[in-house]
């Protein structure tokens, strides 16, 4: 076997002796005492360099740019094999409960033949050469880094196979590799020992052949989280559970309305004095903070009693005067044109609204930091961690390599940590006090000042002649999503008509390269607008960028068409659907779920499906809208329809853990119920009237179904798709056509009981949180 | 500033905090104990919740220190385990065996809960019983949450 220059190309699937076809790639073997392998997929991505400006979502989307993208710096992607047999792998994207580190130990294990347990998966710090290989996003890390880590894990096996046919005397074909070992002549070999014979004193080019799919032990068998035994028994460390010397815990005393602007404390000296305060100091609204009044003291505890004691002078904020109708106003103002219609066409035509909603983690917001004179250390859960270590940089005019960011496990994510805020805080408060903090928010602030999924309208207007739909137009008009985080400079990297800080170009592109109609419906066209600046209001994708809103209202207009054409759901999508992996996991979970079965009157079932991130998903619920369900009393909390049932099936192509999968999905489902029925933000003259979770009504064990059914499809490519945001849209649009189904009222606004009298009575926004209860050993159960 | 003492996870405690501090403070940020979260301090998410006296749960965000006397017994996650003589509360090994965490962080407190709610019920554990659980998981496990209580439950029998 020759080894090729650097000159690598995507070398092509190779037929062995044993007729398994195996693809190869040339990577690294690093210079060090033990074995380290680096994947090299740059030359991979050369023949598709040339992107033309607009391509067909079928043919390039989200994922084939963000993987793309990412690959160009793969030969940063490293693996070592340390002496005491195990694996280590820093992993250049966040965990944020998506189950990335299981996957990637899988992976690992899987190509050098280890146990899972021998391979240890840490979160790298902020690393600027990977440049674009260290984004958290688009649910992409699995399809972006599946061939990188393959390629790094396959030369370090090549290596250990190498020094393992000297020692034992015997050619590479003859040896037995498991478990860590390697044999031949009846003799065995570890790892640990291996791996110093194996090492280089200069890189140098290795072969690498990657496993073939048949020979897959681990890859496609559901594991359990590697980090579940930590997550129940407490030991799982977040930000806040971090023991950095010096960093007392630290909040912000925030403004009554968002973006509002401090302007003084009137009572500096009084809480200055307050039991175990350190420091008070006001934070300026600069261009990397919104500002506040900062804290500092022994125990939040003591925080909470500061912020609530604190008088401070605002200034009002850009949307003061705005409420949800202003906003809804706007959006209509400035939805694009539809296609003029053909004449002789029908045409349904309808415009979906979906309010503010919220991207809210368990873990609010929060970040320690150590701001020296001539250095910044950050913990913080980051999905953009080099973009953070840029800015962090700037904000303190240090140069890059001086801040040092560490990305903690996340307490879920829901697109709130593509961004940095809580860090940016955290830096702009230790720099002020000349003192390390523990920043964290307060939940309340989490909803009123934390990034929301931007409100936004969908209309969408179906053609149709006899009994055939002619074209399909959709015109979705958002609040402005700030994509500043990364992913716009990925874009404009990538994209040849996206310039640099071109928002809406950034917004449309991605709206492109995902939003898609998987029906034959003739001319499709589907276009985006924008309002207002990007920071206006606080914005994030909150787990999916357009689509569940581009999906569920396409979905609700399919029902709408198969009803006026007197067809069942399931018969008319099937007769349009145009890729035949959609077909199969629809017809799955159809009969999974017992679609056309009878059911009490005010129950119903829904069909919704979607496709992206190279995978395809299929959602059937059972939603009972009966009265006597709909009004049950929940104490604080809201009862509405309750989704009995979900069957849900989706094909990703090559799944990577099942389990994950499922768990993907399962989560997925439940943000498609909120979103669909009850989750949402109220917004009144510039602020969100939730501030609790008893407000914002998220699913809850009392909304949750009693069945919930997964079916993955089984490996039908050798490409894994992704999965942390599919779930979401087809529940969500499989909620609002079984709640159209159940009570005969097509809902055209999200969610379901938005424009419902309040449940709730909105805290005050002065002070900013509301002071903790003393009333908990009476609720004990 | 006051001293407060109380029984943690089988220890005596003993510990400076002001009298209005809420437990959770006293426990994460004097203690150093941080199984139970933060996630509101409203009594609201639950992702605190730990015992009192035996298999009770509350809220440690809620609870004033001064609330707590020397003689009570406060099991935090990190205490669970001990609580049966095992290194798992079954309803902690049946979190493992259905996989139900996904990134952990209200696990503890869901757990705790749990826990509760089983010595509360026993094996006749129902649907109401189970919706009856108010802690917020916005990885959204709850499915997963029902079969491992389910499951814990048909262990008792």
Request: glycine share 8%.
């Amino acid at each position: 076997m020759t080894l090729s220059t650097t000159e690598s190309h995507p070398l092509e699937a190779s037929e062995g002796a044993d007729g398994i076809s195996r693809r190869r790639f040339i990577g690294y073997a690093l210079a060090a005492s033990v074995v380290v392998g680096a994947a090299d997929l740059s030359r991979v991505t050369s023949a598709d360099a040339s992107i033309p400006t607009v391509q067909p979502v079928d043919y390039f989307d989200l994922s084939d740019l963000l993987t793309d993208a990412a690959l160009a710096t793969a030969a940063l992607i490293t693996i070592t094999v340390n002496t005491n047999g195990t694996v280590s792998f820093a992993l250049p994207r966040a965990e944020v409960g998506q189950g990335l580190t299981t996957a990637i130990t899988m992976i690992i294990a899987e190509e050098l033949s280890l146990p899972m347990s021998k391979v240890e998966v840490t979160l790298a710090d902020a690393e600027p050469l990977l440049e674009f290989n260290q984004l958290t996003g688009g649910s992409n890390s699995i399809h972006s880094l599946f061939d990188q880590v393959r390629v790094a894990a396959a030369v370090a096996q090549r290596r250990l196979s190498e020094a393992a046919a000297r020692a034992l005397q015997a050619p590479l074909p003859e040896l037995t590799i498991e478990n860590g070992t390697i044999s031949a002549n009846g003799r065995t070999i570890g790892y640990g020992t291996l791996t110093g014979l194996g090492a280089v004193t200069r890189d140098t080019a290795v072969l690498a052949e990657l496993k073939p799919q048949s020979e897959y032990k681990l890859i496609g068998q559901p594991q359990q989280r590697i980090d579940a035994l930590e997550a129940i028994t407490g030991k799982k460390q977040f930000a806040m559970d971090l023991d950095v010397a010096g960093a007392l815990p630290t909040m912000l005393c925030r403004p009554p309305t968002i973006n509002g602007r401090p302007i003084r404390i009137n009572n500096h000296k009084t809480v200055s004095e307050m039991d175990g305060v350190t420091d008070v100091v006001l934070i300026p609204h600069t261009d990397f903070v919104p500002g506040g009044v900062a804290v500092r003291a022994e125990t939040f505890g003591q925080c909470i009693d500061a912020v609530r004691a604190l008088d401070v002078t605002w200034g009002g904020g850009p949307v003061d005067d705005k409420s949800d109708a202003d906003v809804l106003s706007d959006l209509i103002k400035a939805e694009l044109p539809l296609t003029p219609a053909l004449t002789g066409n029908s045409t349904l035509d309808q415009r979906f609204t979906f309010y503010f909603r919220a991207g809210d983690p368990l873990e609010t917001n929060c970040a320690i930091a150590d701001v020296r004179a001539d250095s910044v250390e950050v913990w913080s859960s980051l999905k953009s961690p080099i973009f953070a270590q840029q800015r962090i940089a700037a904000m303190v005019d240090l140069p890059q390599s001086h801040v040092a960011v560490h990305v903690t496990q996340g307490g879920g994510s829901f697109g709130r940590h593509l961004f940095a805020d809580a860090a940016f805080e955290a830096v702009a408060v230790s720099q002020a006090m000349g003192k390390p903090v523990k920043l964290m928010w307060h939940r309340t602030d989490n909803f009123r000042h934390g990034r929301v999924h931007p409100m936004c309208t969908s209309r969408v207007r179906m053609s149709y002649s006899g009994s055939n739909v002619v074209a399909f137009d959709q015109r979705h008009t958002s609040v402005a999503t700030d994509f500043s985080h990364g992913l716009g400079e990925i874009l404009s990297a990538t994209l040849a008509d996206v310039p640099e800080g071109d928002f809406l170009a950034y917004s449309q592109s991605i709206f492109l390269l995902t939003a898609n109609v998987p029906y034959n419906f003739g001319l499709a066209t589907q276009l985006l607008n924008e309002v207002y600046d990007i920071d206006t209001f606080h914005t994030s994708s909150v787990r999916n960028i357009y689509s569940p809103e581009v999906t569920c209202s396409r979905e609700l207009m399919v029902d709408q068409m198969a009803s006026k054409l007197g067809k069942d759901p399931l018969a008319f999508r099937l007769s349009f659907l145009r890729e035949p992996r959609m077909v199969a996991v629809l017809q799955a979970a159809a009969k999974a779920a017992g679609w056309g079965s009878k059911l009490p009157a005010g129950i119903a079932q829904g069909i919704g499906l979607h496709h992206e991130y190279k995978g395809y998903a299929a959602c059937v619920v059972e939603l009972d809208c009966r009265p006597e369900t709909v009004n049950r009393k929940i104490k604080n909390g809201h009862g509405g329809p309750r989704v009995r049932k979900v069957t849900f099936a989706v094909d990703v192509g090559l799944p990577i853990n099942p389990l994950g999968l499922e768990a993907q999905m399962m989560g997925g489902a439940m943000d498609g119920i909120a979103q669909a029925l009850s989750y949402s933000l109220h917004l009144k003259d510039g602020h969100f009237l939730e501030g609790s979770w008893d407000n914002a009504y998220y699913t809850r064990e009392w909304n949750a179904p009693f069945d919930l059914d997964v079916i993955v499809m089984p490996a039908n490519s050798s490409e894994p798709g992704g999965a942390g945001e599919l779930g979401v849209a087809a529940t969500m649009a499989a909620v609002a056509n079984a709640y159209a189904r159940a009570t005969g009222k097509v809902p055209t606004s999200f969610p379901i009981n938005h424009l419902d009298p309040l449940g709730f009575t909105p805290l005050p926004t002065v002070p900013p949180i509301p002071q903790s209860p003393t009333n908990g050993l009476s609720e004990e159960f | 500033m006051p001293k407060h003492k109380f029984i943690l996870n089988g220890e005596k405690v003993s510990v400076d905090a002001p009298d209005d501090e809420r437990l959770l403070w006293v426990l994460r940020d004097r203690l150093g104990i941080t199984g139970p979260k933060y996630g509101c301090g409203l009594d609201v998410c639950k992702a605190c919740t730990c015992h009192i006296n035996g298999p009770h749960a509350f809220n440690p965000c809620s609870v004033p220190i001064s609330e707590i006397k020397p003689t009570d017994r406060i099991t935090t996650i990190e205490g669970l385990p001990k609580t049966v003589h095992k290194a798992l509360h079954p309803v902690q090994q049946a979190w493992l065996d259905y996989d139900v965490a996904q990134c952990g962080y209200c696990q503890p407190g869901q757990i705790m809960a749990a826990v509760a709610l089983l010595e509360e019920k026993g094996d006749k554990i129902t649907d109401d019983d189970l919706d009856a659980l108010r802690n917020i998981c916005r990885c959204g496990t709850y499915f997963r949450i029902r079969e491992a209580i389910k499951a814990a439950a048909a262990e008792m029998k």
